[in-house]
């Protein structure tokens, strides 16, 4: 009897070999899944090994030990989130639209990527350095971002600032949006856009005084 020519053969066929860049995606991909629900220290190589489908030789081999691929995690995951801001800031547009799109995007994509937020910000707060340490790296290109486009909406006003004298305003909108993301997390019920429109309306509407000369000061003792 001869063999059906349509038959399939029988064994393993041998896996196709991944680009090392893909493997590399799976693997970051797997760990912040499993270090944003498990925690850093309780998180294992041998879970993450699991979650990804790839060996945990082949996970030191390419990415190091558990704090290394952590801080690779944190490395990702922060260039992503100002990545997506970056993108979504329009130049050509008034500074107050800048502002309000680069908001927009920032909790938008929190909300998308809630695992990532947990680990960018929950997790790596909590470590010590030197994941801290990536954290501030993070928050100093964000304030970055925004004390040049604060800088930018002072040039044609009475008093023009630079992007240094914007620095403290810029470190307190950061903070605002990470105690506001805090806050949203046991309050799911609301948008994106209206948690960017709270910053917003706490932000630029005294800000708009501020470029305008018109500053708060306490009244003089009696």
Known sequence: MQPDQHSRPTGRTKSRRLPRAVRER??????VEVFAERGFHPASMDEISETAGISKPMIYAYLGSKDELFLECLRREAARLIDAIGEAVDPELGPDEQLWRGLQQFFAYVNE???SW????RQASS???PFSQELATFRSRAMGLISTLLARATVDSQTPMTSEQLEPFASALVGACESLIDWWIEHPEHTADGMAMRVMNLTWMGFGDLIAGRTWSPAEPS
């Open 118 to 121: 947990a680990v960018l910000h």
């Open 127 to 129: 470590q010590g350095e």
């Open 113 to 115: 990527h809630r695992t």
């Open 26 to 31: 799976q693997i970051l991909d797997a760990a």
